[in-house]
């Protein structure tokens, strides 16, 4: 697993900060984001919890060396 930030997300965040806008990324947390790909079967999605955490700190690391995630308020 990887993280890989979009073109478009940071043209979007670029513009904001331009227009002197203050952005509020929304991210899913990494339990809703598994529990909603589970599907019918044995599979348990949690399993790639310990796997997946790392790449929500990465996220979370890079939005804020950009500037776009504050504080919670």
């Not at 073109?7 to 965040?13: E, G, P, S, T």
């Amino acid at each position: 697993m990887s993280v890989s930030w979009s073109a478009i997300a940071k043209k979007h965040i670029s513009e904001a900060k331009e227009k002197g806008l203050d952005t509020r990324p929304v991210l899913l947390g990494p339990v809703s984001y598994l529990l909603g790909k589970a599907r019918d079967g044995d599979f348990g999605p949690l399993t790639l919890l310990p796997r997946l955490l790392p790449i929500y700190a990465e996220v979370l690391r890079r939005s804020r060396g950009r500037g776009s995630l504050g504080a919670a308020r």
